[in-house]
């Protein structure tokens, strides 16, 4: 969901984190293998590496942002929804493709989580597939 309010991109919000994520070799699908020091900086750069499997990342600009918010019944199902509701802004309105992914608020009891992603509109003449 987009954030109705006006939100400022600062250059933090620009700055890509050090990468902590692989893709593994597998036959018909992606595999992403991600870390980070909390669990939520494993997920966020596994949307990160979501998009960047998807395009170069480094063509993807922080002048927008996206955020979304979901919930799971379980740890493994909201790691699913997470991605899935990035995927769904990537592949329909606003095809949001994201350069940075932050949680916002990470609810591990009632299995929720508000995330903002920072990046642009995805365009064919500029981000390669």
């Known amino acids: ?69 979901v919930e799971g019944h379980d740890l493994q199902s909201l790691f699913y929804q997470f991605l899935d509701e990035f995927l769904f802004g990537f592949s329909a309105e606003p095809f949001f493709i994201a350069r940075k992914v932050k949680i916002l608020e990470f609810d591990r009891e009632a299995n929720k989580i508000k995330a903002r992603g920072y990046g642009e509109t995805f365009s064919l003449d500029k981000h390669p597939q």
């Open 1 to 69: 969901m987009d954030n109705p309010i006006d939100i400022t991109v600062t250059e933090e919000d620009t700055t890509l984190p050090p990468q902590q994520y692989e893709y593994l070799d597998h036959t018909a699908d992606v595999q992403i293998h991600a870390w980070g020091t909390s669990l939520a900086e494993a997920f966020e750069q596994s949307a990160v590496a979501m998009f960047a499997y998807m395009t170069e990342i480094q063509t993807v600009d922080s002048t927008d942002t996206h955020d979304i918010e």
